[in-house]
């Protein structure tokens, strides 16, 4: 019913940048909160940022003042601005947006996953 396709992820240097973007495609109604998190090997699925709909924004510990989280409310898109690039942020993005359908249901989405790799 629903898609989201996350895109911008590769391979930076320490100290670089990227610039994620997740679309969402289907039978929207509208989108309330849409976040990114983030695994690496390993390790558990860990929150990274979280904006509502009006823009109200919320972040990990490990990327204020690093990475900004925005959103496009009209192409149903949301994007992470990451500066400041650490080997450490090195794992799979993944997009989420809690949907309401068409049918006026809500549900959560996630998307495939974008890789970002930061070598030191």
């Known amino acids: 019913q629903v898609q989201l396709v996350e895109s911008g992820g590769g391979l930076v240097q320490a100290g670089g940048s990227l610039i994620l973007s997740c679309v969402a495609s289907?039978?929207?109604?509208?989108?309330?909160?849409m976040g990114w998190y983030r695994q690496a090997p390993g390790n558990q699925r860990e929150f990274i940022a979280t904006?509502?709909?009006?823009?109200?924004?919320n972040y990990a510990d490990s990327v204020k003042g690093r990475f900004t989280i925005s959103r496009d409310n009209a192409k149903n898109t949301v994007y992470l601005q990451m500066n400041s690039l650490k080997p450490g942020d090195s794992a799979v993005y993944y997009c989420?947006?809690?949907?309401?359908?068409?049918?006026?249901?809500?549900?959560?989405?996630w998307g495939q996953g974008t890789q970002v790799t930061v070598s030191s």
């Open positions: 904006i509502t709909r009006g823009g109200s924004t």
């Open positions: 989420s947006a809690e949907v309401v359908l068409t049918t006026r249901s809500i549900t959560n989405y």
């Open positions: 289907g039978s929207i109604f509208s989108i309330n909160t």
